[in-house]
């Protein structure tokens, strides 16, 4: 194992701080310095065009072939529960191993990219996800199909993959909207991906679903084959950390399971204590590990830097927040007869649901279009700011249907397109020149941490059932999201960009 020299880098922050140097046949006029996109100069293979199209393209299949596999499987739970007759408690595995697997995989094959190639891994993902979902089309039991299930979420890596395929290969002014375009598939096929999921599991059977994903599955490995360039970035050496990979896997599982644990059996139990313990034990190795490696999965002085932990933070907490209050809080509240709106679940799910997934996907591109033009910390921080406001109107008016259901819609703009975006985008340019894709996967492991920990939160308040209930519920959210907008302010600007 070798060991660093006493000599450290200078960090990512204080590099930031550098000013961008002018090259000489750079016109006077364009001498203000813009949003820097790609980590080293890679001209000679940045895509314009109709090249750059197919490639955004094939990326858009590659992250539906994840998404569709988190969003159709969801209303086919109650099928699956039936098939095999299984409880509902041991039906939502299906769910949590996915989610889980996919916490896991993000930053750890990220990371693997540096070292094998983004096409090697994109290639890697898909043919895990492929082999897991033909597990679950002939699947004879639950734990086989729920162990299927674990395979395909591996698949979560391919959204920091194709952000980083995007930087590292599209012209500074493709960069943001492309993200965007990226990001507004995470939200789903404008929420109508849910009802045709449900409508092919009562019609078809929930395999179907699968069968849907796999031909699209091979339809993304074939496109990628084709389209996404190989090799492995220029500026990585060494060998990929598993050490390290094992420690933070290690403490997402426990941490995962803390959450959940706490949440049903008390946060003091045996069983939550433990996992605690092993959650802190996990992380102080990961810690030590990281200190001592020469090529580490990030390196300690880029986690303590402000272009690393702010972002981190900020994810986890407006997760925490935001998903909170659209896919719990007002779900249960605009169902709830007695002390909410009393509306069916498909009309529930029609008006505050669907408008903010159909919104967000007009919203997306253009907050990266934006974010290109007027800055991705100005971008990120207008994205929080509003989500926090539209949280406090649901909360202050939160026995008012018209006025909730304006809130959330608004959030579509501002939670799914311009938060989702910038903080996407900025998870790739304040990723560590040496480790390019460490950053993109850690943040893509917060958003499910963030969410779980923000469900969990306010469940005990939600579940109440009464309109002060709700409100306390709502006011959390509101709490968390503050913290997430000052965490924002501590995000570090991408090289060359000015606050």
Known sequence: MNIPTAEQPKTLEQQATQPATQTATQPASQAAPQPATQAAPQAATQLGGRRAAVLITTLILAVL?????????TPALPHIGAFFGESPESVAQVQSMFFLAGAIAGPVIGRWS???????????VLGIMGAGTILCIVAPTL???????????????????????????LPARLFGTSVGIIAA???????????????????LGFQSIFVAVLVLTVIAVVCVLKVVPNGRPAT????????????????????????????????????ALGLLAGSIAAFTAFWFIEKKRSTPLVAIHHLRSRQVWPVIATTVLTLAGIFAIINF????????????FGLSASLSALLFLTPAALIGVFAAPLAGWIADRRGWIRTVRLGTAASLACAIVAALFASNQLAVLIAIAALGIFYNGFFLTSINGLSVLLSPKEAPAALPG????????????????????????TAAGYSAALWISVSITAAAFLAGLFIAAPKGEKI
Do not use: H, K
């Open 236 to 271: 990585t050496t060494g060998s990929m950390d598993w050490w390290g990979a094992g420690s933070l896997s290690l403490f997402l599982v426990f941490l995962t399971y803390f959450v959940s644990t706490g949440s049903s059996a008390g946060w003091l139990s045996p069983a």
């Open 185 to 203: 598939v995470n939200g789903g096929v404008g929420g109508v991906d849910g009802y045709f999921g449900g409508l092919m599991a009562e019609t």
């Open 143 to 169: 734990p086989i199909l729920v162990t299927g299930r674990f395979l395909q979420g591996v698949s979560s890596a391919v959204f920091a993959l194709s952000y980083i395929v995007l930087n590292e290969n």
């Open 114 to 124: 540096d070292f094998i190639g983004r096409r090697t891994a994109l290639l890697l």
């Open 65 to 73: 072939s994840f998404q569709l596999n988190a969003s159709m499987v």
């Open 329 to 340: 809080t007002v779900v249960l509240l605009s169902q709830d007869s007695a002390s909410g």
């Open 442 to 465: 850690i943040n893509g492991a917060s958003f499910g941490i963030g969410a779980s920990l923000g469900v969990v939160v306010v469940a005990p308040f939600a579940g109440l059932g």
